[in-house]
Structure formats: C-alpha cells, structure tokens
C-alpha cells in the first residue's frame, strides 16, 4: 500500500506561480512514475504531467513550457512548478502514483487562477 500527501495550491494571479508537491510513502518498489492530473468543474479529468523514476518527463500540450514536473528520488516526492498561470489552470490538481499495474491516488488541491 502506498500513502500520498500533496501539499501547495491556492490562490494565484494570472501570471503567478505556484508549487505543488506530493510525497509518498508505504511500499514503494523500484519501478515507479508520478503524474500530475487536473479537474475543473464540469470537466474530465486530465493527466498534464509525469514523470518516471529515471527521470523522463511528459506534458501536456496546454501546459508545457510553463509547468515543471521534477522529484526527488530520496523522498519519494514530486513537485509541479506552474509559471505564468492562466485563469484556465484553475483546477483541482491531483497526484497519481503508479507501480506494478496500481494506482494510488493523493486527496487533491484546489488551484485557482483569478484576479
């Protein structure tokens, strides 16, 4: 079993920055990836970043260029640095841990975009 605890978000400006992070702990095994999903209301959920235990990163179209996904291996932890924030980032973004054909998910946290 795997224990997420995100922490970050809030309220920001267009044009602000956030930091979101996610650390895991419980059975963690060698092989593993992070990703970063979002929800807004009325919508799907979607995954805008991930990255593997090795390093390799993916984004999404609408994100990439302006989020960072990094981790640190020791901990067990991800970040997602979010620059030049849009109104349309608002969401609630949510950290998914993945290993050996399981999900874990964390609780969510809210990010709102707005003057």
């Known amino acids: 079993q795997v224990q997420l605890v995100e922490s970050g978000g809030g309220l920001v400006q267009p044009g602000g920055s956030l930091r979101l992070s996610c650390a895991a702990s419980g059975s963690i095994l060698d092989f593993y990836l992070f990703e970063w999903s979002r929800q807004a209301p009325g919508k799907q959920r979607d995954v805008v970043a991930t990255?593997?235990?090795?390093?390799?990163?993916h984004y999404a179209s609408a994100v990439k260029g302006r989020f960072t996904i990094s981790k640190d291996n020791a901990n067990v932890t991800v970040y997602l640095q979010m620059n030049s924030l849009k109104p349309e980032d608002t969401a609630i973004y949510y950290c998914?841990?993945?290993?050996?054909?399981?999900?874990?998910w964390g609780q969510g946290t809210q990010v709102t975009v707005s003057s």
């Open positions: 998914n841990f993945r290993q050996d054909y399981k999900s874990y």
């Open positions: 990255i593997t235990k090795f390093g390799t990163t």
